[in-house]
């Protein structure tokens, strides 16, 4: 910390101080998002390396984030309504690893009850590649299925139960299948 004047200090990490003493303000040139991933919010910097819930990518493989919160590119903020539409985020795996051990130690005192557990959080390390901002379409777009249509096949509704009758009545939406026999039950659904 650097002490100028009364009561101001400044942190050298953002400041710096000339042989004038005059107080010159770093300017970062750096893009930042909040990006979601595996369940939890990051916020993240080109080539910056994250401890991440365990991704199901292998090791040095590239993984993309597209569901990205918030958007700070060189001081012009853009926020998402939840999400910023085509903002992306690109990262490489780096390994798979275990976290350190979190003891969980449970006691109820005078009651001679005493649980010991311990834990070890399965982590990812990725490394932030680049941060794209807007723009950025999906390259492997899925085709849209040819569709088939469904055609009724005979039923034979001899072998069902009872019970099996009436939950295909209740689909079918009849009224007052609850109380009808089996045969009238096969009668109503063949008509």
Same mark, same amino acid.
């Not at 690109?90 to 780096?94: F, K, P, S, W």
């Not at 649980?115 to 982590?123: C, I, S, V, W």
């Given at each position: 910390m650097i002490k100028l004047k009364k009561e101001l200090y400044l942190h050298p990490h953002f400041h710096?101080? /000339?042989a004038n003493? %005059?107080?010159?303000?770093r300017k970062t040139n750096s893009m930042y998002a909040i990006v979601e991933?595996? *369940?939890?919010?990051? +916020?993240?910097? +080109?080539?910056? +390396?994250v401890y991440v819930h365990r991704l199901q990518a292998e090791e040095g493989s590239k993984v993309t984030f597209d569901n990205v919160l918030l958007?700070? /590119? /060189? *001081?012009?903020?853009t926020v998402g309504a939840p999400a910023i539409v085509g903002a992306s985020v #690109?990262? %490489?795996?780096?390994g798979h690893l275990k976290g350190d051990k979190v003891i969980v130690f449970k006691k109820k005192r005078r009651k001679g009850y005493q +649980?010991? /557990? *311990?834990?070890?959080?399965?982590?990812s390390e990725i490394q932030i590649e680049s941060i794209t901002? #807007?723009?950025? #379409?999906?390259s492997a777009k899925k085709e849209a299925a040819p569709k088939v249509e469904v055609t009724e096949t005979a039923?034979?509704? &001899? &072998?069902?139960?009872?019970?099996?009758?009436?939950?295909?009545?209740?689909e079918k939406s009849i009224e007052g299948y609850s109380s009808l026999k089996k045969a009238e039950l096969i009668k109503t659904l063949t008509k």
């Open positions: 710096e101080v /000339n003493k %005059q107080v010159l303000i991933i595996a *369940g939890q919010q990051f +916020k993240v910097a +080109k080539d910056q +390396k958007l700070d /590119n /060189n *001081g012009s903020v #690109t990262a %490489q795996v780096l +649980k010991k /557990n *311990g834990h070890r959080q399965y982590l901002p #807007t723009g950025a #379409t999906k039923v034979d509704y &001899s &072998s069902m139960s009872v019970a099996e009758l009436r939950e295909v009545a209740k």
